[in-house]
């Protein structure tokens, strides 16, 4: 089992930053392919950046060059980091794990960018 809290959220102006966290912990919390999606209002959700077990990442066209995914050593912490933000960013972030016991999710993380 995973748990997984994000944090970092908030209100910020466009072509500000923000940086999220998502703290994993449980018996699979270390070792797992991890990734970042978000959701807008009437959208479905949708995938942001990917993070694998060997460090390489992925992104959605609509962020590479503008975001990126990190994790700390320990494999328990991923991050992502935003810059240039705009309003078409917001929404609500969810983290991602994948286990070899299906997928787990967090509660997420609201990030409202205004114009």
């Known amino acids: 089992q995973v748990q997984l809290v994000e944090s970092g959220g908030g209100l910020v102006q466009a072509g500000e930053s923000l940086k999220l966290s998502c703290a994993a912990s449980?018996?699979?919390?270390?070792?797992?392919?991890m990734a970042w999606y978000r959701q807008a209002p009437g959208n479905q959700r949708e995938f942001v950046a990917g993070i694998y077990v060997n460090g390489l990442t992925n992104y959605s066209n609509s962020v590479e060059g503008r975001f990126t995914i990190s994790k700390n050593r320990a494999g328990n912490v991923v991050y992502l980091e935003m810059n240039s933000l705009s309003p078409e960013d917001t929404g609500v972030y969810y983290c991602?794990?994948?286990?070899?016991?299906?997928?787990?999710w967090g509660q997420g993380t609201q990030v409202t960018v205004s114009s």
């Open positions: 991602k794990a994948v286990t070899p016991y299906g997928d787990s």
């Open positions: 449980g018996s699979l919390s270390r070792g797992n392919t």
